[in-house]
C-alpha cells in the first residue's frame, strides 16, 4: 500500500507541474522514476517511454499506466492512472475559479508567466534523449541542429516533416548507437 500512495504523490506532482503537453512531462516523470525514486534505470525509462509512444493516448498517462504496473501490479497502473489525470483537473478548476475572480489583465499576465516555463520544460524534453546517448551525444546534437536547419529553410520537410523523420531516424539507427 505504501507503494500505491507514493506512485499517487508521484504521478500526482507530475499531472499538475506538467505544463505544455506530453513532451514537456517527460523530465519531470524521469525524475520522478529514475533519479528521485529509483523505479527504473535510464534505459528502462528510455524503453517506458517507447512503449508510451507506441500506444495510443496521452504519453504521461500511458507512462502512469506502464510505470504502475511495473511497480505495483493492476492496483498500482490504475492508482498512478488517476493520479496523473485527476490532480491536474482538480488543481486546473481551482485556478480557473481564481482567475474568474480577478481583474483581466492579472489573468492574462498570469497566463504570459507560463510560457516560459512550458518552454523550459519543452527544452528539457529534447535534452534529456540527447544525453541518454551521451556515448555519441556529439552525433545526436549534430542531427538535432541539422533537423532544425532543414525544417527551417526546406520547404518540403516542414511540409512532409514524416520524410525527415524516417530519413533521421534510418539515420539515428545506424550511426548512433
Do not use: C, H
Amino acid at each position: 500500500m505504501i507503494k500505491i500512495a507514493a506512485l499517487v504523490w508521484a504521478f500526482a506532482q507530475i499531472g499538475i507541474t506538467a505544463f505544455g503537453g506530453g513532451l514537456s512531462t517527460l523530465p519531470l516523470i524521469e525524475y520522478q522514476l529514475v533519479t528521485k525514486n529509483g523505479w527504473m534505470d535510464a534505459s528502462g525509462f528510455a524503453r517506458m517511454v517507447a512503449i508510451s509512444q507506441m500506444t495510443p493516448g496521452p504519453i504521461a498517462v500511458n507512462a502512469a499506466t506502464f510505470a504502475g504496473y511495473s511497480e505495483a501490479g493492476v492496483l498500482g497502473s490504475a492508482a498512478a492512472t488517476l493520479a496523473i489525470i485527476s490532480a491536474p483537473i482538480l488543481a486546473l478548476t481551482v485556478v480557473l475559479l481564481i482567475l474568474k475572480r480577478v481583474p483581466p489583465e492579472k489573468s492574462k499576465r498570469f497566463k504570459q508567466l507560463l510560457r516560459p516555463v512550458v518552454a523550459g520544460l519543452l527544452t528539457l524534453s529534447i535534452v534529456s534523449p540527447l544525453t541518454s546517448t551521451l556515448k555519441n551525444g556529439t552525433a545526436a546534437v549534430v542531427l538535432f541542429l541539422a533537423g532544425l536547419v532543414l525544417l527551417r529553410f526546406i520547404r518540403f520537410f516542414r511540409e512532409y516533416p514524416i520524410v525527415m523523420l524516417t530519413i533521421f531516424g534510418v539515420f539515428g539507427a545506424f550511426f548512433i548507437r
